[in-house]
Nanobody
Framework: QVQLVESGGGLVQAGGSLRLSCAAS????????MGWYRQAPGKQRELVAS???????NYADSVKGRFTISRDNAKKILYLQMNSLEPEDTAVYYC???????????WGQGTQVTVSE
């Protein structure tokens, strides 16, 4: 059973930066594809960025050049560095892990990111 705990959210002014972390336990972290998703009020959850077990990254067009996803397999932590934040980035951000063996998706509880004008 994989457990994920996000941290690092908060309130920041437009143009500022935040770094989200997702600590994982259970499973084999290094073999699982990982991702960050977000859900704004009244909107569907959307993929922000993903990183495969071999480090291949993918970003939503809206965050390319501003956000960077990375992983520390030794510490079992997933990161999302967010720069040049915009009010449109306001959402609850969720960490996700896909089991390499079962392809089941696991989710964290989410962390709120609020970007003010």
């Amino acid at each position: 059973q994989v457990q994920l705990v996000e941290s690092g959210g908060g309130l920041v002014q437009a143009g500022g930066s935040l770094r989200l972390s997702c600590a994982a336990s259970g499973g084999i972290f290094s073999l699982n594809d990982m991702g960050w998703y977000r859900q704004a009020p009244g909107k569907q959850r959307e993929l922000v960025a993903s990183i495969s077990s071999i480090g291949r990254t993918n970003y939503a067009d809206s965050v390319k050049g501003r956000f960077t996803i990375s992983r520390d397999n030794a510490k079992k932590i997933l990161y999302l560095q967010m720069n040049s934040l915009e009010p449109e980035d306001t959402a609850v951000y969720y960490c996700s892990s896909r089991s390499y063996r079962t392809l089941r998706d696991y989710w964290g509880q989410g962390t709120q990111v609020t970007v003010s004008e």
